[in-house]
Nanobody, 134 residues
Framework: QVQLVESGGGLVQAGGSLRLSCVVS????????IAWFRQAPGKEREGVSC????????SYKESVKGRFTISRDNSKNTVYLQMNSLKPEDTAVYYC???????????????????????????WGQGTQVTVSS
């Protein structure tokens, strides 16, 4: 059984930092792109960042570039999202996602949207809430 478990969310003041973790079990990440998505109340789920399996290349949603950093540790089957200089508009539930549909599929960003697209991800975590107060 595949499980993705996110942690590290919480309440932080604007300008603060959080580090999210996503531990994957039942599925080996080595050859698969993994991504972070977020969903704010009343809005569509959107891709925030992804990291490729092949060369570790990364992509980011335009609004988080320079503030967020994604990384992966295949030996621990874990992906991280370091979030600095947080803003109230970063408030959302954050999800990690991966799956067979991302096999050796490189992570890219085109016109502000990260790829692989949302529909390519088969496995999702339950989400972790991030709230940034002004």
């Amino acid at each position: 059984q595949v499980q993705l478990v996110e942690s590290g969310g919480g309440l932080v003041q604007a300008g603060g930092s959080l580090r999210l973790s996503c531990v994957v079990s039942g599925f080996t990440l080595n050859y698969y792109t993994i991504a972070w998505f977020r969903q704010a109340p009343g809005k569509e789920r959107e891709g925030v960042s992804c990291i490729s399996a092949s060369d570790g290349s990364t992509s980011y949603k335009e609004s988080v570039k320079g503030r967020f950093t994604i990384s992966r540790d295949n030996s621990k089957n874990t992906v991280y999202l370091q979030m600095n200089s947080l803003k109230p508009e970063d408030t959302a539930v954050y999800y990690c996602a991966t799956g067979p549909g991302t096999f050796l599929n490189p992570c890219t960003a085109i016109a502000g949207t990260i790829y692989p697209a949302r529909k390519e991800y088969d496995y999702w975590g339950q989400g972790t809430q991030v709230t940034v107060s002004s």
